[in-house]
Nanobody, 124 residues
Framework: HVQLVESGGGSVQAGGSLRLACAGY??????LAWFRQAPGKEREGVAH????????????IYSDSVKGRFTISQDNAKNTVYLQMNSLQSEDTAVYYC????????????????WGQGTQVTVS
């Protein structure tokens, strides 16, 4: 179900940057992630962050396609997770979704309970 609120999507030129935000996750959240889905393609995981019991980050994982360009981070005071996207290319064009869960999760989207509505990112 949709419970998280995403923002920050838009259109940029190749080589540009965007920062996505996703607000509203529970204080009991242990795993946060960003997924994306391009037209005609399956949804894929792009970034993943694990938290400790106090919700501080202790590990991040990135897909090979975005590693070195994207950074996932969180601000627990605002209950917001971010995705900083640099050096954007046309292949990054997709609808981006944030996800959260109160259990440790892998890359399987089926493991995540809470989702945002999706925000469009277009790179030209």
């Amino acid at each position: 179900h949709v419970q998280l609120v995403e923002s920050g999507g838009g259109s940029v030129q190749a080589g540009g940057s965007l920062r996505l935000a996703c607000a509203g996750y529970s204080d009991r959240t242990l795993t946060l992630a960003w997924f994306r889905q391009a037209p005609g393609k399956e949804r894929e995981g792009v970034a993943h962050i694990d938290t400790s019991d106090d919700m501080s980050a202790y590990g991040t994982i990135y897909s090979d396609s975005v590693k070195g360009r994207f950074t996932i981070s969180q601000d627990n005071a605002k209950n917001t997770v971010y995705l900083q996207m640099n050096s954007l290319q046309s292949e990054d064009t997709a609808v981006y979704y944030c996800a959260a869960d109160q259990q440790p999760c892998g890359w399987n989207e089926g493991e995540f309970t809470y989702w945002g509505q999706g925000t469009q990112v277009t790179v030209s």
